[in-house]
């Protein structure tokens, strides 16, 4: 089981939701491309996103301060 530790992928992010719409996004364009090239794998496309968010392969964009308000 792939465990997640929420708290070490929220370090250094302002914002849970930036990070949940980064994740979710990056994970539909993983399923897309599967789907694209015929790619069958057992590995979750969310788990892959999250990986890469860890592993600093992806950044997630953040709005600025007066953006939130």
Do not use: C, W
Not at 23 to 47: C, M, W, Y
Not at 55 to 64: F, V, W
Request: net charge negative; charged share 40%.
């Amino acid at each position: 089981m792939h465990k997640v530790n929420v708290d070490e992928l929220f370090e250094g992010k302002q914002s849970k939701y930036a990070l949940v719409v980064g994740v979710s996004k990056r994970a539909r364009e993983i399923t897309q491309k599967f789907e694209e090239e015929g790619t069958v794998t057992e590995d979750k496309p969310v788990l892959l996103a999250i990986d890469e968010i860890k592993n600093h392969d992806l950044n997630i964009l953040e709005p600025d301060e007066d953006e939130l308000g």
